[in-house]
């Protein structure tokens, strides 16, 4: 119940920063000195991108790059500032999918560790009883061996005085 509320709360905040980038790229727009930054980072990403393009493509690189006039400046760099608010959003919520199944799966591990070292445990006990019972078992047949044969397998004559049987342990038929 929990992994599909989790879900679903990762989907919303992901559908929520949408609206809050552009929010957010309208406003950088409208900043004086903000909009100055966006500007040079929006020239220097334009000369870059230019640059690679041109090598790509095996045209020569070292000719001038006409710088982008004010607004497509202002216009690429808030479309880059909302594309790295969604992709910084997106990426957290990956972050914390990945440690909450870490997490999980720790549990699950340690889970298993304590149900093998339970097992281990078991085996332990089992293996002494089957000791101990190899000893009764040996203590049995040595007596066995000190009375013979019919010590061990004539019940009867085993609770007799002298050869006879008690009467209180096989009374006589009427």
């Known amino acids: 119940m929990v992994l599909p509320l989790l879900k679903l709360g990762t989907l919303a905040l992901k559908t929520l920063s949408k609206p809050i980038a552009a929010r957010l790229k309208k406003e950088a727009g409208l900043h004086p000195k903000f909009r100055n930054r966006i500007i040079s980072i929006a020239q220097a990403n334009h000369r870059m991108t230019t640059t690679m393009q041109r090598r790509i493509y095996g045209?020569?690189?070292?000719?001038e790059i006409r710088?982008?006039?004010e607004e497509k400046a202002v216009q690429a760099a808030v479309d880059l500032l909302g594309e790295l608010f969604v992709f910084s959003v997106g990426v957290g919520a990956?972050?914390?999918?990945?440690?909450?199944?870490?997490?999980?799966?720790?549990?699950?591990e340690e889970l298993r560790r304590q149900e093998m070292e339970g097992m281990r445990q078991?085996?332990?006990?089992l293996l002494k009883e089957v000791e101990l019972l190899k000893q009764k078992l040996e203590e049995l047949e040595r007596l066995a061996r000190g009375r013979g044969l019919a010590g061990v397998f004539n019940f009867r004559h085993a609770n007799t005085e002298d050869g006879k049987v008690t009467e209180s342990m096989h009374p006589k038929a009427a």
């Open 122 to 125: 078991r085996d332990e006990e």
């Open 94 to 108: 990956l972050i914390f999918e990945v440690q909450r199944s870490s997490r999980s799966e720790a549990k699950k």
């Open 59 to 63: 045209h020569a690189t070292d000719v």
């Open 67 to 69: 710088p982008l006039n």
